[in-house]
């Protein structure tokens, strides 16, 4: 119920941001977030679809359409779409093709992917949160653990949706990120 209020609270804000500015590929891109966000990744998709149209290069998009294109089981058309290039090192989404290349069952792409980030972080800034998700996509929950710790050390924002974010489901029955939700104080993933 949390989870569906929030969604409701959020995406009100969000078709009244569209309806001020269509133009927006962040925008479009983020009503389909929340709607991944609450599970509804089929409902999601026609809004990346129109971001995608806005700007076909936009990689949040690319990525959060490939996500959703695996959640919904058209595994053919994730692959068609999932960006391969390495995104900004800071960003949280940059985690989602190693996710999508993981369910693709393209474990070697999504190894270089996360030995790029390795390499990145050496020299600047990389989101923890973000190689996280990729270490957690390749069933590494105790890297993927140790790094959102570590994020939630930098007090990253993008973990106000560690609850949500798909690349973590498979961390959801592990009392260490139960305890780290806690810690955090969002709305934990049903049990």
Known sequence: LERDVVLVCDLTELVRAHSLDQQSVVITTRRATLMQYAGRDA????????????????????????????????????????????????????????????????TATARHLVGEYEAARKQTYVAADALAAMYASLGDSTRALQLLEEAADERAFTLVFLANYPMFNSLHKSARFRRLVERIGVVPPPA
């Open 43 to 106: 409902e999601a998709i026609p809004f990346l679809h129109e971001a995608l149209e806005l700007d076909s290069t936009f990689f949040h998009a690319r990525a959060e359409l490939a996500v959703a294109f695996v959640a919904t089981g058209q595994l053919d058309s994730a692959r068609r779409v999932v960006p391969r290039a390495m995104l900004s090192p800071g960003s949280g989404e940059a985690a989602m093709p190693t996710w999508v290349f993981v369910h693709l069952g393209d």
